[in-house]
């Protein structure tokens, strides 16, 4: 997709939706932004305290984002580092989010 000023966003799971004032890449200003760019943006009247490592933002208007009640996974442990017993709670990361399970 492309991230422009003007696009309405949600970040999900919050369900929080805003306007994007701005985007940019290394403090200049982008016209738009497209797959494989990293940059930041600017949105209206989203204080950073109801933002939350792990929310996802997308388009509104194009398959926009939703939280999962809950998900199947397959999970391999690589590398651990002590036994795993009864009470055990592994810790999950998924892209910037940690969570206990």
């Known amino acids: 997709g492309v991230l422009k000023p003007g696009t309405v966003v949600v970040f999900a799971p919050a369900n929080i939706v805003t306007e994007v004032k701005s985007v940019e890449m290394h403090h200049e200003a982008l016209q738009e932004a497209v797959p494989g760019d990293n940059v930041g943006f600017?949105?209206?009247?989203?204080?950073?305290?109801?933002?939350?490592?792990?929310?996802?933002?997308?388009?509104?208007?194009?398959?926009?984002?939703?939280?999962?009640?809950?998900?199947?996974?397959?999970?391999?442990v690589l590398n651990h580092h002590g036994q795993i017993s009864n009470g055990y709670t592994p810790v999950l990361d998924c892209h910037t989010a940690q969570h206990g399970c």
């Open 42 to 76: 600017n949105v209206k009247n989203v204080a950073v305290k109801d933002l939350r490592r792990g929310f996802v933002a997308g388009d509104t208007k194009n398959n926009p984002p939703k939280g999962a009640g809950d998900f199947t996974a397959q999970v391999i």
